[in-house]
Nanobody, 116 residues
Framework: QVQLVESGGGLVQPGGSLRLSCAAS????????MSWYRQAPGKQRELVAD???????NYLNVVKGRFTISRDNAKNMVYLQMNNLKPEDTAVYYC??????????WGQGTQVTVSS
């Protein structure tokens, strides 16, 4: 069983930065692929970035060079550093934990609003 709790969302001006955090409880955190998804109003949820157990990363094309995903297995934490934010980054951001042998888990989401 894994529980995920996101934090760090908020209102930021275009060009600003935010760092999202995802705190995971439960054992075997390090074996999960950890991901950040987002869902804007009226749109489907999309994968923003993920990081494997060994630290390999993958990004949505439109966030490459602006967002950085990282994890700290000792602290059961995953982060998403978001720089040069744009209005189109406005969405609810969700943390996800997945492993092929186990069910996947979702956090409750944190709102990110980019607006002047």
């Amino acid at each position: 069983q894994v529980q995920l709790v996101e934090s760090g969302g908020g209102l930021v001006q275009p060009g600003g930065s935010l760092r999202l955090s995802c705190a995971a409880s439960g054992s075997r955190f390090s074996i999960y692929v950890m991901s950040w998804y987002r869902q804007a109003p009226g749109k489907q949820r999309e994968l923003v970035a993920d990081i494997t157990d060994i630290g390999s990363t993958n990004y949505l094309n439109v966030v490459k060079g602006r967002f950085t995903i990282s994890r700290d297995n000792a602290k059961n934490m995953v982060y998403l550093q978001m720089n040069n934010l744009k209005p189109e980054d406005t969405a609810v951001y969700y943390c996800n934990a997945a492993h092929p042998l186990f069910r996947e888990y979702w956090g409750q989401g944190t709102q990110v609003t980019v607006s002047s």
